[in-house]
């Protein structure tokens, strides 16, 4: 996850959550990386399956399935 696109997200939505910008509250919660916000992950995954199946929207039907189960911090990887 590249921290400019996390980073613009808290930005513009206004969210003041503090484990989305402070590095010493993660890592007093036992979190040494920035906790990403939660409507960036599938943003970016959704954006990146239209990319990959020819920009049909059919094959984006099913989005109800889609399950976060671990946190995404800044620098990770995402795998589709």
């Known amino acids: 996850m590249p921290e400019p696109d996390h ?3 808290p930005a513009l939505t206004g969210n003041p959550a503090p ?3 402070d590095i010493r509250l993660c890592a ?3 979190r040494h990386r ?6 960036v992950t599938p943003g970016i995954i959704l954006g990146a399956s239209v990319r990959s ?7 984006n039907l099913g989005q109800d399935k889609l399950r976060l189960e671990q946190p995404v ?3 990770d990887t995402l795998y589709l």
Request: glycine share 16%; charged share 0%; proline share 0%.
């Open 19 to 21: 484990v989305h910008s």
């Open 73 to 75: 911090f800044v620098g």
């Open 7 to 9: 980073v613009l997200t």
């Open 53 to 59: 199946t020819s920009g049909l929207t059919t094959a």
């Open 34 to 39: 920035i906790l990403v916000c939660g409507m």
């Open 28 to 30: 007093h919660l036992g």
